[in-house]
């Protein structure tokens, strides 16, 4: 088993492990503080394609908790970010009311990125906040989302507008849950580890590149760079938990992915976006001169690694599109967007991009694809 302690404002442990959904309720147990679940009660949130697979009252994971003396009761949404909404927040607040939940309970989130968004949100705003435990089934939300306390919704203005910093009690990822993964669910969980490797720990890359598509029906070494990915997150919410800095930098691509979700409403997923939004930033920054000179070609680095899985290239959306939907993202403040953008292999930067020349540096991006529109 990996285990990767993550020193926030509280402390939590990541654990990676074949089979750990057996043992949860002995985990949650203890991540609580708690000798046994006996009068505790426990919501486990999932999306209704999660429930199907896995069941919801009879799945692994209740019945473990429930052997440890939890009181399990389980909700489930439709799910899909057209779902991740103030409506199934309060979906899930009035079934913690009608089950009589209280600030000593707590919830878990059995799902992808957006059901622990919503269940991390769910969880810091009910009664004030009580404690919430991840246990991811996607790689994306095991590499990403699922570790910082990122917790929110989105509104018809854009995506994650409203949302808590609240840090899970811990995470809880058994690989065996990959095995029913799509390609595409898996690349997008490869696109965010990726993007740590980029920003913090190029082995991720390399290794990544040498496995190929092996290494997406290779739990054992995907689990093992996801753990990687992890660790370049720990470090970066260890030193700013809030977003005010270097958290930023986790944002590579995703400003431009963000509006790429938006503007095919969200039949492109989070993760081929992001690996677009990299695409098209590595691409901005070199034609803008921001990119370390000794640093290679960094664009053809970058289309390199996502080629070798196949990514698709960038979508047909115009720079003037893609800087509308990003100049109301929550990214922009006052007159400037804050762009991150590949320096050299395992370093990236932040810039702060006016707004009146946001389109001209996507356009960059675009154009030097030899598709200027
Ligand atoms: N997904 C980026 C972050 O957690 O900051």
Redo the contacts with the bound molecule.
């Keep these: 088993m990996i285990n990767i302690e993550i020193n926030t404002s509280s402390r939590y442990e990541v654990l990676m492990g074949e089979g750990l959904l057996e043992s949860s309720g002995d985990i949650v147990c203890r991540a609580l503080g708690l000798s046994s679940g006996e009068g505790t009660r426990l919501g486990i949130i999932s999306d209704e394609n999660v429930t199907r697979i896995y069941g919801g009252d009879d799945s692994i994971l209740a019945g473990s908790l429930r052997d440890a003396g939890f009181s399990v009761h389980c909700f489930s949404f439709p799910g899909g970010e057209h779902n991740k909404n103030l409506d199934t927040v309060s979906n899930i607040t009035d079934f913690l009311c009608e089950n009589h939940f209280t600030r000593s309970d707590a919830l878990v989130a059995f799902g992808g990125g957006i059901t622990g968004d919503i269940t991390g949100f769910a969880a810091s705003i009910y009664m004030r906040g009580i404690p919430f435990i991840q246990v991811p089934s996607t790689l994306l939300s095991a590499v990403?989302?699922s570790v910082?306390g990122?917790t929110g919704v989105n509104n018809s203005y854009g995506k994650n507008l409203i949302g808590a910093f609240h840090q899970p009690e811990a995470v809880i990822f058994d690989p065996t849950l990959l095995k029913t993964l799509s390609r595409d669910l898996l690349l997008d969980g490869m696109a965010e580890m990726l993007k740590a490797g980029f920003i913090g720990d190029m082995s991720i890359v390399s290794e990544a590149v040498d496995f190929g598509e092996r290494l997406l029906s290779d739990g054992e070494n995907l689990t093992r760079l996801a753990a990687k990915a992890v660790a370049v997150k720990r470090d970066i919410v260890a030193e700013d938990e809030k977003?005010k800095g270097n958290?930023r930098l986790?944002?590579l691509g995703h400003t431009i992915a963000h509006s790429i979700e938006t503007l095919s409403d969200f039949s492109i997923s989070h993760g081929h976006a992001v690996a677009m939004g990299m695409r098209i930033i590595a691409r901005a920054a070199a034609a803008q001169g921001w990119t370390d000179p000794a640093a290679g070609d960094m664009p053809q680095i970058t289309d390199e690694v996502l080629n070798a899985f196949a990514f698709p290239e960038i979508p047909d959306f115009s720079a003037e599109d893609l800087t509308r939907i990003a100049l109301h993202d929550k990214k922009a403040h006052g007159g400037s967007v804050s762009i991150v953008y590949p320096y050299r292999p395992g370093e990236c930067r932040i810039i702060d991009v006016e707004n009146n020349r946001l389109e001209a540096v996507i356009a960059s991006g675009l154009c030097t694809y030899g598709k200027e529109r």
């Design positions: 990403d989302s910082g990122k977003e958290r986790l944002n």
